[in-house]
């Protein structure tokens, strides 16, 4: 099946806006909006030069601003389920992972099958990547993230799929949420530094919007506290050991009393500490170094490694039974479930 370009729009109309999860925009929708045949709206999407370009036109743009998509399996009994899964994460590296593989096991034991989508930080694939697998109806989708483009959360809304975003909070849930705080945790992360006598902090960090937005979160901390505000560097994700390596250099090169370095992931973290080996600077006497994730060889490195604890099997575990319960009718009391971060504390810190 071949996708044509939509006419843009800006908003859809909130009248339709009503359609949630549990309740998909439908091709009688899309027919009855642009004043066609069912038939109309089926050549379409399926043999468009059929239709003249003016009906062509208004069908495509009748089916933008409902946010509907073509059901690629509709051939099948609507009752029927695809028994997949569908995951969208940033990255396949570092504390995704546990969350990736929590969500595996456990739709396993229900029979079904997770199918991952590698969208980067770009809203701008994870729209185009929804288009291509909302069309084929999933049972379920789990989003890594609660930052979506227009068009996104306009197909989610409409697609009658059980979603769940988590690894972010928002206070608009397109339907369910397993979330945490990154401010509050970056807060906090201020917080414990300075409770440890330091006050010439760096902070290296990805430069994708959660990062950025704990980034921001730190530096009000420490105007909070009275600290000198925090040196900050920026790398390209996903984070790597090189880029944490390169980023305590590039800050020792213009700030010679820095004593503790808060990076935004354990690779980060633990090119830091490399560089702080090779350089000869004491950790933790010399230089406090807090990371991110507490990946599996957080505990295992020399010095161990102080850092977040982002437990990405609880995150999987939980949006799991979510959409689960959803496929089974289940009803539940709540749809949003926040998750606290501790600080696990070890010898870097």
């Known amino acids: 099946m071949a996708f044509y370009p939509m006419p843009h729009f800006v908003m859809a109309d909130p009248n339709l806006l009503k359609a949630r999860p549990g309740n998909p925009v439908t091709i009688h929708d899309v027919a009855a909006l642009a004043g066609v045949s069912l038939v109309t709206v089926s050549r379409a999407f399926n043999d468009p030069k059929q239709l003249s370009p003016k009906t062509l036109a208004k069908v495509l743009a009748a089916a933008e601003k ?14 029927s389920k695809t028994r997949l ?32 989508g590698q969208v980067g930080y770009s809203i701008e694939q994870e729209a185009a990547m929804l288009r291509t697998v909302i069309g084929r109806r999933p049972d379920g989708i789990v989003l890594a993230g609660v930052t979506h483009s227009a068009e996104s959360r306009k197909l989610l809304a409409f697609s009658g799929i059980p979603i769940v975003e988590t690894w972010d909070v928002t206070p608009e849930p397109i339907d369910m949420l397993v979330s945490f705080s990154h401010e509050d945790t970056s807060a906090q992360v201020c917080k414990f530094l300075a409770r440890k006598g330091r006050s010439k902090i760096a902070v290296i960090s990805g430069n994708d919007p959660r990062s950025l937005r704990r980034n921001d979160a730190f530096l009000k901390a420490a105007q909070e506290l009275g600290m000198a505000l925090p040196m900050i560097r920026t790398v390209s994700v996903p984070t790597t050991h090189g880029a944490g390596r390169a980023a305590l250099s590039s800050l020792l090169s213009e700030h010679t009393d820095i004593d503790a370095a808060y990076c935004s992931s354990d690779m980060l973290a633990m090119g830091v500490l490399t560089e702080a080996r090779v350089r000869g600077i004491k950790v933790p006497q010399q230089l406090a170094v807090v990371g991110s994730g507490d990946l599996d060889f957080a505990a295992t490195l020399d010095p161990s490694l102080t850092t977040v604890r982002i437990d990405g099997a609880l995150l999987g575990q939980t949006a799991a039974e979510f959409i689960i319960d959803r496929i089974e009718g289940k009803e539940r009391t709540e749809k949003t479930v926040s998750i606290s971060l501790p600080i696990i504390e070890r010898q870097s810190a």
């Open 66 to 79: 409902t946010g509907y998509v073509p059901n690629l399996s509709a051939g099948s009994l609507r009752s």
């Open 85 to 116: 899964i569908a995951a969208f994460v940033p990255t396949l590296q570092g504390h995704f992972a546990s969350m990736i593989q929590a969500l595996t096991t456990r739709f396993a034991a229900q029979g079904y099958q997770v199918v991952l």
